[in-house]
């Protein structure tokens, strides 16, 4: 039973999944949201396509897998691949009826969302651009989870800075993305300058999160300790990369939490050290369960 509950952890890639929630918060409060239920639910929900997305992931994989990733739980024998169909759909199907329930995360953004997942999967490894399209699932969570703040309209109302998160996460992701995609390699050397200098972006991070705030002693600051920090870790992530790509990659995704963080400390700074806290768990999560 462990050993199983062990395969469906590795399918969901569930170590990464406290930057899913930082995502959340990102949009949650930036758009005006509080702590209430409906923010949970949100978690809830979306974590369940999250999890859904990376098992369907394998599913779709299942024949190239087999020829150079054997150590899968589809190729291995853990599973069936018949059963890994049934559990990505149910988990997506219950995603999208809890999002649906409970919380007003705007239907246009939540079908932009599932087709986005869909579609990656689908595509992936046929076309290099579809990195584009993973980083259209992180900027959709951001802005769902905004758009669920402002649902006494029936249009997407989004503060700008959400907006612009969101597309500085697609161009984030997407190198990270576009890294993995070299992760079966021992080392970092076949690497591009184009991915190294998409995951250089979070550092703006602090930066957008400052706009329009008072330029006070204690934005100025926080802005100063936001950009050193993350400057530190995107070195620390480059380094890793250098020696050998999965660990630079699971670093880079721990690090979406580090990024939101920083945004974070301008609207909740009980949100900001929650999201401090998630990356510190996703640290620690990838070491039990791996993040690709």
Not at 97 to 114: E, Q, R, Y
Request: proline share 4%.
């Amino acid at each position: 039973m462990i050993s199983g509950l062990r395969t469906l952890l590795i399918l969901g890639r569930v170590s990464n999944l406290p930057t899913i929630w930082t995502n959340i918060g990102v949009g949650w409060f930036l758009s005006g949201g509080s702590w209430q239920s409906e923010f949970a639910w949100l978690v809830f929900g979306v974590s369940l396509l999250y999890v859904a997305g990376m098992t369907l992931n394998d599913a779709f994989d299942a024949n190239w897998d087999s020829k150079h990733a054997s150590e899968r739980p589809i190729p291995s024998g853990k599973i069936p691949l018949s059963a890994v169909w049934a559990i990505g759909g149910l988990e997506l199907a219950t995603g999208i009826g809890i999002l649906l329930a409970f919380t007003s995360f705007h239907p246009v953004l939540l079908i932009g969302l599932v087709l986005a997942i869909l579609i990656y999967n689908w595509i992936h490894k046929y076309w290099a651009g579809s990195v584009l399209v993973m980083g259209v699932c992180r900027a959709l969570v951001y802005a769902g989870a905004g758009s669920a703040v402002a649902a006494h309209t029936t249009g997407i109302e989004l503060p700008m800075l959400v907006w612009l998160v969101a597309a500085v996460s697609v161009i984030y992701i997407s190198g990270l993305t576009l890294a993995a995609r070299s992760e079966h390699l021992n080392n970092g050397g076949g690497l591009g300058i184009l991915p190294r200098l998409m995951l250089m972006l979070p550092v703006v991070f602090p930066l957008l999160g400052s706009h329009n705030l008072p330029q006070d002693l204690i934005t100025i600051s926080l802005v100063i300790v936001g950009i050193v920090g993350i400057w530190a870790w995107v070195t620390i992530i480059r380094s890793s990369i250098k020696q050998r790509i999965p660990v630079g990659i699971a670093y880079a995704i721990a690090g979406i939490a580090f990024y939101d963080a920083a945004i974070l400390a301008f609207a909740d700074w009980r949100a900001s050290v929650a999201a401090l806290g998630c990356f510190v768990l996703t640290i620690g999560a990838q070491r039990i369960i791996p993040a690709t």
